[in-house]
């Protein structure tokens, strides 16, 4: 059963940094692109930042230059640098893969979200 943990989140000031982590795990073949999204109270879930295997990235307006998504290919893992926390960067995270296994062929899996928020 492939699985998407993540962590890292929790409570910082503005201004802070926090680096969220999300891996796979279970009998893996391949993994495809992998992204982060996030949802705040009474919003829509949003794509936050993706990286191809190659390892191109791309990011939301409102994060470009304050955010780094990167991967390990060999951990099956993929990060979120964030610095220069906003208040208005509350939100659950979550990440996301399109993930080549035994189990399923190729599927889209979510991980369980990890919290972030940032006081002013």
């Known amino acids: 059963q492939v699985q998407l943990v993540e962590s890292g989140g929790g409570l910082v000031q503005a201004g802070g940094s926090l680096r969220l982590s999300c891996a796979a795990s279970?009998?893996?073949?391949?993994?495809?692109?992998m992204r982060w999204y996030r949802q705040a109270p009474g919003k829509q879930r949003e794509l936050v930042a993706d990286i191809t295997t190659k390892a191109n990235t791309n990011y939301a307006d409102s994060v470009r230059g304050r955010f780094t998504i990167s991967r390990d290919n060999a951990k099956n893992t993929v990060y979120l640098q964030m610095n220069s926390l906003k208040p208005e960067d509350t939100a659950v995270y979550y990440c996301?893969?399109?993930?080549?296994?035994?189990?399923?062929?190729?599927?889209?899996?979510w991980g369980q979200g990890t919290q972030v928020t940032v006081s002013s």
């Open positions: 279970g009998i893996i073949f391949s993994i495809n692109a």
């Open positions: 996301n893969a399109l993930i080549r296994s035994v189990s399923r062929g190729f599927a889209d899996y």
